[in-house]
């Protein structure tokens, strides 16, 4: 494909050798395409057919589909490479390679899976466990080659010539007969792969390893190379701009966690306000000694709602009580057939719930009107 004869190249004139229906959009075959079809781990690219957008590559039934929304009737065309994306995927694809040989070669590990993603690119390795000394030592490792400015090449071999080569592989299938691509790393690793990649690692620019995840066995590694990296900088010291805005002094950490205790204990009063207020207003229903008790609370959750309802019953175990809020209901219902009538009426209007009689309970599932629902329920109460 031209996109791996020379990864620079971002842009050609070309000849549509066919359109057809393809998914809901439409395929184009064209005789040279420099866009990279989705495989290997890595994303496909992006660009223009003159000024049509291309919005993916993908390969179908051996031949390599540019996905567009509408058909192309031109014969020869203009085609157009989304560079920043495409650069971004050499960077993290490149840098893969020489992350995966540097941990083969100074850790044991092998990487058993990649995959690049919107934001980041992630390698999977076959250990269970990897330390925050080791991602660290690992960072170091990459920047270090990088500096080294080291020639990245490919070569095109026999199956013969490549089954003599002791390289680093997954594999190649036995009906591939060849040539087999070869991605070479100067000194560091060599690899069969159908990818883009640059030309030195210079151009990665710098790495950085942004989370490790566990995965029964194995562990993800999420990292970033060059311009994602950078772009997460700018973020971060945008963030570091607003918080510096808020707290003034500088003290961000020291502010957060005094505003997360300040949070928990606030949760913790709140919790022992709510639990009172229900108290109270339970008793306050009970002492009412009515038999049937139809009250609105506003904001109300269904929390404050059952204990209400709890302390209630205690003290007025053969009343029946219904409590509802613009969020939620609960109520206790001791004839059967009111309690199957109000549910009905309940679920008619919005309600999403049940229970085990005499009590049940649940939430709005859409903007009730309240006053025609106080109403409804008031007159089958009755």
């Not at 920043?84 to 590990?109: C, D, E, P, S, V």
């Not at 087999?180 to 069969?192: K, P």
């Not at 709890?310 to 613009?326: D, G, H, W």
Request: proline share 2%.
């Amino acid at each position: 494909m031209y996109c791996q004869l020379d990864s620079y190249k971002k842009h050609i004139q070309t000849e549509v050798l066919e359109c057809i229906p393809l998914r809901g959009r439409w395929g184009v075959v064209l005789s040279d395409n420099l866009l990279y079809p989705e495989g290997g781990g890595q994303p496909s690219d992006r660009g223009w057919i003159d000024d049509t957008m291309v919005m993916d590559v993908q390969k179908h039934e051996g031949k390599v589909y540019a996905i567009v929304d509408v058909p192309i009737e031109k014969t020869t065309v203009n085609l157009k490479l989304d560079w920043t994306r495409r650069f971004a995927h050499m960077q993290l694809h490149t840098g893969q390679h020489l992350l995966t040989a540097l941990i083969l070669k100074n850790y044991g590990w092998m990487t058993v899976g990649f995959h690049i993603n919107a934001d980041v690119a992630t390698i999977d390795l076959d250990t269970s466990s990897v330390s925050e000394a080791q991602c660290r030592e690992i960072e170091e490792l990459v920047n270090s080659y990088i500096l080294q400015s080291l020639p990245v090449c490919d070569h095109l071999v026999s199956r013969e010539k490549f089954e003599e080569l002791n390289i680093r592989s997954r594999g190649v299938p036995d009906w591939v007969e060849g040539p087999i691509r070869l991605i070479e790393i100067a000194g560091v690793d060599i690899n069969n792969c159908g990818g883009t990649h640059l030309r030195n690692t210079a151009e990665l620019m710098m790495f950085a390893i942004v989370k490790k995840e566990k995965m029964k066995t194995k562990t993800r590694i999420h990292f970033v190379y060059g311009d994602r990296l950078l772009n997460r900088f700018r973020n971060y010291m945008a963030k570091e701009k607003s918080l510096n805005e808020i707290f003034q002094d500088g003290a961000h950490i020291e502010r957060a966690q005094e505003w997360a205790r300040d949070r928990k204990e606030h949760k913790r009063e709140r919790k022992k306000w709510q639990a009172e207020s229900a108290r109270q207003e339970g008793l306050r229903l009970a002492a009412k000694h009515k038999k049937w008790n139809l009250e609105y609370r506003k904001g109300w959750d269904l929390g404050m709602i059952k204990n209400t309802l709890r302390i209630a019953v205690e003290k007025s175990s053969r009343a029946n009580f219904l409590l509802y809020s613009e969020l939620v209901f609960a109520g206790v219902i001791h004839n059967h057939e009111t309690y199957n009538t109000i549910l009905q009426s309940i679920r008619s209007m919005g309600g999403k719930g049940g229970g085990k009689p005499p009590m049940f309970q649940g939430k709005w599932t859409a903007q009730v009107d309240l006053s025609t629902l106080h109403a409804t329920l008031a007159s089958q109460l009755q």
